[in-house]
């Protein structure tokens, strides 16, 4: 019987473990996390499903990983308990945009007329109008945890400060590490990519609303509005000055955010790598004993759009790497 660690509880190690779960459901499968949620990364996203702040040099895969994803978050909408929704909104930009390659999967996909583009403000060029999924990614990790539970997953809390010290235990090993990848697999390629968003009270948002620099995303209970992309930033403090240029250039856009209720403040650093790394490799351990790792992380501003297509990639991997035994 296989013997699997997946390191990571953020939502590509969860989705990792229960991807593989369902594949190999005699598999005995851990996380092993340091943290866990509501105290993760993952936890801060907004959750909307659209690339971004991602590179990827397999256009193909990654075409099929969004799409993937894309439709394991639809159908877990049906799912009260998932924290997956529709909603439609603006993404519009100043620069010229040829529409994207992902049109096809969202609902109702137009582009907007100049005079729609003039409404936010001068100088936008070009935007679309279109309905895409959400997904809360605190509701999804417990809903998804539920179920690795159910199933006889393990979760063990701890550190991981090196792959070879899980050798002797596992015969797989699934880097769902994220920012840490850096120092635990020695990744120079990763980096933070500082994320500052406020959560409010805001009935009167009914669409989202995405610019490159600033955002406005709906979740069930409250309105994420963002944000920054500072790239090699570490600070996960609250700026109070970025804060309040957040709101403020936000009602610019979307005036229906005027007196909106403040809830809370919060920082991310999205795990940003110069190229997605979902691949395998065999390590061996001082008695010369292999172990296969498959990495999972370098998601960027994604991971909500990639996490599942990655999930199920990983078992790809691993069915790969068991065909040539």
Known sequence: MSNIVVIGAGIAGISSALSLQRSLPHAKITILAEKFSPHLTSDIAAGYWMPYLVSFPQPDLLNRICRDTFEYISSLVKKEDAGAMWQSGYDVS?????????????????????????????????????????????????????????????????RVKSLHELTAEFDTIINCSGLGARDLVGDDQVSPIRGQVLRVRAPRVKHFFCDGDYYCLLNSNFVVVGGTHDEGEWDTRVNEETARKIMEENVKRIPELKGAEIISHHVGLRPFRTSLRIEKETIRNAEGRETTVIHNYGHGGSGITLFWGCARRVVELLDIERSHL
Not at 148 to 153: A, C, D, H, V
């Open 94 to 158: 100043r620069e010229e945009r040829e529409v994207p390659h992902w049109a096809s999967l969202v609902k109702g996909f137009r582009r907007l007329s100049q005079e729609e583009l003039d409404g936010f403000g001068g100088g936008y060029k070009s935007g679309h109008f279109f309905t895409t999924l959400a997904l809360e990614p605190t509701t999804y990790i417990a809903y998804a945890t539920r179920e690795f539970l159910s199933k006889g997953g393990m979760i063990r809390q701890g």
